[in-house]
């Protein structure tokens, strides 16, 4: 293993619809064939990832915008929010009437169905293509159909690393004043991720570095969205996605074409790693 591609899911990935381009699982497949590690690098809990490490044969991941990181199966660091913060979190997304999930290692909680209807990674749900969502949590989501807080008891003593609200970019600034210690980070115009201070896709995958003993020269991250600009600007070469937000796009080395237009395979290729 001599260099290393962070790869974000949703918009890098994964399309709108859901679904892997043919040629990002071509290129994948050939970067592990030229000795080129890639890792997911996403905002999503690992349950929501499971589906698409499976279809890429990818082991190791970086969740939750850094909260969790996994090499080969084997987690090497994770950072859960306490559980003070939490239950406070839930109080005012209650008061507001605004959607809230709590993301565990292993677990999901949500008070709110639409919220996760508007977020791409769990649309395919909705939609009835569950290849991307593992059907064992499908049962859990359509029990949460009108929105109540998830109960202390189904969470009490679990790890919640992530907590995503669904709220407005303008309504997002009253929880950053009020939750000073957390940091808050967006991948869609519908919900915002809310992770512990100093946290990022960034820090997750210094620690993944400082595991596998891989020199920060020799990396690479693709990504498409805000909640990517720390990892894009950490590592050695950052790419854009077409389909990327405009100040992604400001930041990043290279911009390759969208996600669904071979953009993943373009851009390996670009840089000579297949």
């Not at 569950?130 to 949460?144: A, E």
């Not at 407005?168 to 201070?197: C, G, P, W």
Request: charged share 25%; with cysteine.
């Amino acid at each position: 293993m001599t260099k290393i591609v962070f790869l974000d899911i949703d918009g890098t990935l994964v399309t709108k619809y859901n679904t892997i381009p043919q040629s990002t699982k071509r290129a994948i497949q050939k970067l592990k064939e030229n000795n080129v590690m890639p890792v997911i690098s996403t905002g999503r809990a690992p349950l929501l990832i499971e589906e698409v490490r499976r279809e890429l044969g990818i082991d190791s991941y970086i969740a939750m915008n850094g909260q969790l990181v996994v090499h080969e199966g084997e987690v090497v660091y994770h950072n859960p929010i306490e559980q003070e913060t939490v239950d406070q979190l839930i109080d005012r997304a209650v008061d507001k009437n605004d959607g809230i999930i709590l993301c565990g290692a292993k677990d999901i909680f949500s008070n709110s169905i639409v919220s996760l209807a508007k977020r791409s990674s769990v649309l395919t749900l909705l939609k009835g293509l569950v290849k991307l969502v593992p059907g064992s949590i499908q049962l859990s989501f359509f029990s949460r159909l009108i929105k109540k807080p998830p109960k202390p008891e189904d969470y009490e003593g679990k790890p919640i690393y992530q907590v995503i609200i669904e709220t407005s970019q303008e309504e997002e600034e009253q929880y950053r004043e009020a939750f000073d210690m957390l940091n808050f980070a967006r991948s869609n115009h519908y919900t915002v991720d809310v992770i512990s201070k100093g946290i990022s896709k960034a820090t997750g995958i210094e620690h993944y570095l400082n595991h596998v003993g891989v020199d920060l020269k020799d990396t690479y991250a693709i990504g498409d969205s805000p909640n990517d600009l720390e990892m894009l600007g950490y590592v050695e070469t950052s790419i854009a996605m077409g389909n990327s937000w405009d100040n992604v796009k400001e930041i990043a080395d290279y911009v390759t074409d969208d996600v669904d237009k071979d953009g993943i395979e373009k851009a390996l290729k670009h840089f000579g790693l297949i």
